[in-house]
Nanobody, 122 residues
Framework: QVQLVESGGGSVQAGGSLRLSCVAS????????MGWFRQAPGKERERVAS???????????ADSVKGRFAISKEIARNTLNVFLRMDSLKPEDTATYYC????????????WGQGTLVTISS
């Protein structure tokens, strides 16, 4: 089992920045990828960014956030830390952001955090 805890959400004006953090604990040794997803009211959840744990050149981004968001990771002895730096925020970035992890044996992300709300005002 893996536990994911997000932090860093909040309310900012358009053009501002936020940094989301996610701490993964538990059976982190068998996690191959971590990512950030978001879901706005009335919309489907979408993948924002993801990164492989063992590959330093693997980040992928949704087209809507390329050039504005950056995902990074920090591997500690007992935890995995994943960050999402969000710049030039737009009102359409408003959503609940979820941290997710994928076991190496899984096809999709199978562990999820509780979510952190990001609200961007115009």
């Amino acid at each position: 089992q893996v536990q994911l805890v997000e932090s860093g959400g909040g309310s900012v004006q358009a053009g501002g920045s936020l940094r989301l953090s996610c701490v993964a604990s538990g059976s982190t040794w068998n996690q191959c990828s971590m990512g950030w997803f978001r879901q706005a009211p009335g919309k489907e959840r979408e993948r924002v960014a993801s990164i492989d744990i063992g590959d330093d050149n693997s980040p992928t981004y949704a087209d809507s956030v390329k050039g504005r968001f950056a995902i990074s990771k920090e591997i500690a002895r007992n935890t995995l830390n994943v960050f999402l730096r969000m710049d030039s925020l737009k009102p359409e970035d408003t959503a609940t952001y979820y941290c997710a992890a994928r076991r190496c044996s899984a096809v999709t992300f199978d562990y999820w955090g509780q979510g952190t709300l990001v609200t961007i005002s115009s």
